[in-house]
């Protein structure tokens, strides 16, 4: 079975400032993915960012980059230029080809004050 | 193109109660995945069902049961409720995308149903 750890339950950035949220995780398999979700007070769960667990190159959108560490099972969300808006629950997951469900972590709450 | 809806948006029970979740896909999408959020925690995976049979469940007692409809929507339902029940219940949609040596399986979700237990 695969767990997901989030260590940090709450962080807070200065607006237009980096921040860093930290996940780990532990599976034995060799092909899986690795997601990061939004959740804001609305409820809805967004993504925000995905890894593939056979690419090396770490995964960038916009904003947003990881940094994957394999052999570590590390899986770090960077947060650049932060604005209010990225005010949310931030959730870390894992999905396996095989289980075809997602795992999560217990969340990161990330408040962004102006 | 609309989103994955669900329906109700909250919900309010009594013990020993049942309840009847529903959830509609994102259109071409075959497979509806069910989560339960517990305030304060992670999204745990209940059930997945592509093309109306169940292809995974999670560690739920079998007091919660799901079905998927021709049309690819699902209900979820949940008997005898208990107070630990109270939860939000997420659906989420997928299209298999083939990519890489793994399927890849992006889940998109909807916006819940948020259900209290009394």
């Known amino acids: 079975a695969q767990t997901v750890t989030q260590s940090q339950p709450e962080m807070s950035v200065q607006e237009a400032e980096t921040v860093t949220l930290s996940c780990t995780y532990d599976t034995s398999e060799n092909n899986y993915y690795l997601f990061w979700y939004k959740q804001p007070p609305s409820r809805q769960m967004i993504l925000v960012i995905r890894q593939e667990a056979y690419k090396q190159q770490n995964a960038t959108e916009n904003r947003f980059s990881v940094n994957f560490q394999k052999a570590a099972k590390s899986f770090s969300l960077k947060i650049s230029d932060s604005q209010l808006g990225d005010t949310a629950m931030y959730f870390c997951?894992?999905?396996?080809?095989?289980?075809?469900?997602?795992?999560f972590g217990s969340g990161t709450q990330l408040t962004v004050l102006p | 193109d609309a989103g994955v809806t669900q329906s109700p948006t909250h919900l309010i029970k009594t013990r020993g109660q049942q309840v009847t979740l529903r959830c509609s896909p994102i259109?071409?999408?075959?497979?509806v995945s069910w989560y339960q959020q517990v305030l304060g925690q992670g999204p745990q995976f209940i059930f997945q069902?592509?093309?109306?049979?169940?292809?995974g469940r999670g560690n739920f007692p079998d007091r919660f049961s799901a079905r998927q409809f021709p049309n690819y929507s699902s209900e979820l339902n949940v008997n005898a409720l208990l107070l630990g029940d109270s939860a939000l219940y997420l659906c989420?949609?997928?299209?298999?995308?083939?990519?890489?040596?793994?399927?890849?399986?992006?889940?998109?979700f909807g916006p819940g149903t948020r259900l209290t237990v009394l």
């Open positions: 069902y592509y093309e109306k049979e169940e292809r």
């Open positions: 989420a949609s997928s299209s298999l995308v083939a990519g890489g040596p793994v399927i890849y399986n992006e889940q998109f």
């Open positions: 259109s071409g999408h075959k497979s």
């Open positions: 997951a894992f999905g396996s080809g095989s289980a075809r469900q997602l795992t």
